[in-house]
């Protein structure tokens, strides 16, 4: 008792010698202050709901799991007090552009916390050396910390930890929150307890600027042209009673010198896909996909032609069949995963469990012209899979060759058992690959103006079959209301995993009845923890250069 009095006494204590402008400074968001210029920035606000949740599930199951007296969920609670103390208020972690001699630009981090009492007793370490207005900070190895005025803060650039410090003064300098790109973003994306926001076109910049300082290769260019293009993003979650939340923004740069990436990134589309997709349908995830999207991935594949170790792009010639198939496929696009592909995908023991499951779909403007091209696309595709099998097989030859041909008897006797067995392991894993591409073969058929891809038969039977309900009739689907223009996702309560479903992921070597018996309370546990997920919605808009995403997940705490 005596001991909480006397931390409540310092901790009042240094509150007041804050000063007023430490008051004023409890009064405004964290970004109001940090300078203009942020690369990357993680933000908490109000997060504490979200924190007492996530550690409350992963208490839960580590209790569940029995792990007798070493249970770490005791340690579980004291990390979620620490970190509902520290970042449960308010929180900022970003990643800014700090000029540097010869004027490149190099990343640098800033991080600040509205802390609690806790937070900054833990915290409190070397004696301030140095001051800047009413705000002290000292260097502690390679950073420069400090507490004020209810903060924590520390950086590992000290002109960048002055400048944040000076505009908490008072001094009048471009802050983030009032920069253009910043504010533009997450003013779209909404408030959220856990946030990210991204400029992408300011990471172009100082990628640049590296760069020339060893001439800027021909081959780099259009990737740095592809990230300013991205501008910049912003998005996070809020975790409710019943699940979650999300929102993102992402606000497209106008000026960016990939014009055909931007128009990707904002193609919209008036979607159908849904009635033809089963109603039992597991996952499903449908986007709006412009018709130069095959001849945009081409041109990225051509540019990577040479580095590509197996002659897959060569020998397909993917990167010509993806340019000719913009002539006749329109501008919807959806994955599908069928009823039974998620406990399917559990089975380790089979490369091709899911394979089983998973279909595409693409909105056809012209069928002959695909009905004309595809059967060579196909041939060309499935023959090249074959021929990357060969020279994986002749790879695995050639290294066992080596391996085994350099060994004496005592070197395999230094190995051991260990050593053989990874060898073992190295082996199996060339096996299931192998069984993997053996079976996989592309195939394909036409319903109601859709192309249907697929990579086993049993798939594609399974979504040209007639009849039967379809996703757009699903009472679950038309209550979503889900309207976005560029895309939505929908994924229905599925079904409940059992600890024995999640042990059959295993692979077959770890599959014992000891083992089982072991790992048992673990497994349940886990599978609790996934049964509680009761399905998820979400839709993306484009409206000018910004995308607006929203998603809705149903969990139980």
Known sequence: MKRTVTLFSLTTLALSLAGAAGAQTA??????????????????????????????????????????????????SGFQAIATDL???EGVAGVFAVQGKGGTFTPELLAVARAGELSREMFTGKKATARVGNFTFARDGDAFVGQSGGLLYVSTD?????????????????????????????????????????????????IRSQLSQVFLPRLLSPVVDAIDTLGQVAGGFTTTASGLTTSSAQVVNPEGKDAPLRRLLTATSDFKVQDIIPATAEAVQATACAPESGAYLGRWLTRVDLFEPFGFLTD????SHLERSGGYLGGECAQVTLAGGTKAGLNQNDPLASLRYSVSYQRVTDQAAAEAHLPEYARSVNAAIQGVRANLKNVQDQTMKRVMGDMDEDMMAELGGA????????????????????????????????????????????????????????????????????GFGFTPDLPALSGKDLMGSLPAELQDEELEELLAPAMNAAADLINRFDGMTSQRSVTGNVIIGKASVRYRW
């Open 158 to 206: 000290k002109a960048l930890l002055m400048s944040y410090l000076g505009r908490l003064s008072g001094k009048a300098a471009p802050t983030l929150a009032a920069s253009a790109p910043y504010a533009a973003a997450t003013r779209a994306a909404g408030a959220n307890e856990l946030g990210l926001y991204a400029n992408f076109s300011a990471a172009a910049k100082v």
């Open 316 to 319: 397909s010639q993917l990167a």
């Open 419 to 486: 050593g053989l067995a990874g060898l073992g392991m190295m082996g199996e894993s060339f096996k299931q690959l192998d069984t993997l591409l053996a079976g996989m073969k592309m195939v394909y058929g036409f319903r109601d103006g859709y192309l249907v891809t697929a990579w086993s038969d049993e798939a594609l039977r399974a979504a040209l079959r007639e009849g039967g309900a379809t996703l757009g009739q699903s009472a679950a689907f038309q209550g979503a209301g889900l309207t976005g223009n560029a």
């Open 87 to 89: 970042l449960g208020r």
């Open 27 to 76: 009064q405004k968001p964290l970004s109001a202050s940090l300078p203009a210029g942020a690369l990357l920035t993680l933000e908490t606000k109000n997060a504490a709901p979200a924190l007492q949740r996530f550690g409350g599930a992963l208490n839960r199951v580590l209790a569940a799991a029995d792990l007798g007296e070493d249970s770490p969920s005791e340690m579980v």
